[in-house]
């Protein structure tokens, strides 16, 4: 699978968007982007995937270059409970995902 | 809930015991993860299960560890002879099918095991 690079770490402030970048310039043309994010002392959440396409649900949106080389998730508005590490995973089709640090999005008052 | 479960939340052994960690999967979901999760460190894939098999053990660090689901619902993650090595937190995650991707993991909260 595609390596990605993100961010240490990202301060927002609350009601503002949060945007997190992610690099994947290896990724495959099979390849999809997973966004997850884990907060405090609980398993990962779910939060959107994409393979070529923006995606946009109730959480997040995913914006994915032309190029597929990178992507940002974006919180339209944070508020405190989005304070999380977020995960950046590139997947192929071996059914697995490897995280690697993730992002420290930390949302301030 | 109907969430994923796992159980113990918490386990403190003595190094050498013997160990067993429960996923009770979410109802219906036929593939089944686990991972586990050091201190500052993103979850490492450890085994992945379709049904009953397992499909995937490459992540398994050594045969101290074994991994069962012989109904193809709950799993129970093994470890043999733990050493301190072992500790950390034992993530499960479950999906609903084997698409052409992962799909979106439901994950538990966890088993944090600590080896003295």
């Known amino acids: 699978d595609a390596k990605t690079t993100q961010p240490t770490s990202m301060d927002c402030a609350e009601g503002r968007a949060a945007n997190l970048p992610c690099n994947h310039s290896?990724?495959?043309?099979?390849?999809?982007v997973y966004w997850y994010r884990q907060i405090h002392s609980q398993g990962p959440q779910y939060i959107i995937h994409?393979?070529?396409n923006n995606e946009t649900n109730e959480m997040a949106s995913l914006i994915i270059t032309e190029d597929r080389k990178s992507s940002t998730l974006i919180l339209p508005h944070a508020t405190l409970r989005d304070t999380a590490v977020y995960y950046c995973?590139?997947?192929?089709?071996?059914?697995?995902?490897?995280f690697g640090k993730g992002t420290l999005l930390t949302v301030n008052p | 809930g109907a969430g994923v479960s796992q159980t113990p939340s918490n386990k403190v052994t003595e190094k050498g015991k013997y160990v067993e960690l429960r996923c009770d999967p979410i109802?219906?979901?036929?593939?089944l993860y686990w991972y586990r999760q050091s201190l500052g460190q993103g979850p490492e894939f450890l085994i992945y299960?379709?049904?009953?098999?397992?499909?995937?053990d490459s992540g398994l660090p050594n045969d101290r560890f074994f991994a069962v689901r012989p109904e193809g619902s709950v799993s129970t993650l093994k470890i043999q002879r733990t050493e301190r090595g072992d500790s950390a937190v034992y993530l499960c995650?479950?999906?609903?099918?084997?698409?052409?991707?992962?799909?979106?993991?439901?994950f538990g909260e966890g088993s944090r095991l600590t080896v003295l």
């Open positions: 299960f379709q049904g009953t098999g397992a499909a995937d």
């Open positions: 109802s219906g979901h036929t593939a």
């Open positions: 290896t990724i495959s043309g099979n390849e999809y």
């Open positions: 994409g393979l070529k």
């Open positions: 995650a479950s999906s609903l099918t084997r698409t052409i991707n992962t799909g979106e993991l439901f």
């Open positions: 995973i590139v997947e192929g089709s071996n059914y697995k995902l490897t």
